[in-house]
């Protein structure tokens, strides 16, 4: 089958952990070895995050004296798929060297009125206490809101529109090549008047873009890889209990946490409401990649539950 993999950021850090290179390296190379079996029999796309990447760039940015204004977030969001893509060719390219792979820098279209720009949502960065926030914000111009029991700081999270580099990364299955893209959600770009592209300040959503792009390549599997081993009805309670096999109607009439397992359910929901008759997708952990494929684990969306 043709596989989108969506990796969460957990695979790269762990929440709380220093985000030093050896520790996301570390990270990268045990979620390698455990996807590294699913690329022996089916053609597969790995997305990842780069939420706190992105958000150190920024850090890094604002404070150099020698910038007259920092670099804006869509040439951070460029040099986190780099950084990132290069960890995990590295990584699985060790578990499998007989196996062609390729990480490719791509952008992702979104409209410039899209509502997502006044109101900013998407978390980047380290997590701070209150106080720390808001003086950080103060002092950066940034915009932070409470995530949990920490703050951070937030930026516009437009809808993904389209993938620039589809019909490369076609291509590149089709030759048996096992593609590294949409990091990030992809490069953020609109379209001028004229019909150009531009780069805008925002970081779109991975789990979305990486729905967009299972749609557009024609994939049969799309797989949203988080720390929990599925969705959970009634999370944080004593009610709670995991959701196995579902349709996209009963999973979105479930109360879940917008900023957390929202978006991958409005990711997996928008790939079977769009995708063909075997278009299926999963929520679960990684350890459980393979048994997330048949609906052997994890929470199993098809458009007939």
Known sequence: MRIVV????????????????AAQVANIRRAMRALAPLTDDHQVVITHGNGPQVGILAMESADDARLSQPYPFDALGAMTQGLIGYWILQAIG??????????????????????????PTKFVGEVYDERTAHELAERHGWQVKADGEHWRRVVPSPR??????????DHLLDE???????GGGGVPVVRTGTGDLRGVEAVIDKDLSAALLAHRLGAERLLVLTDVPAVMEAYGTDRRQEVRRTTPARLRALDLPPGSMGPKVEAVCRFVEVGGAGAAAAIGSLEEVASLVDGTAGTFVTAAG
């Open 176 to 182: 048996s090549v096992i593609v590294v893209c949409a």
């Open 94 to 119: 060790n578990e499998r060297p007989y196996r062609q792979f390729a990480a490719v820098l791509n952008q992702t279209l979104v409209d410039a009125e899209d509502p997502a720009f006044a109101d």
């Open 6 to 21: 969506a990796l969460g950021g957990n695979a790269l850090l762990e929440r709380g952990q220093v985000p030093d290179a």
């Open 160 to 169: 993904p529109r389209e993938i620039i580099e589809t019909q490369l990364i």
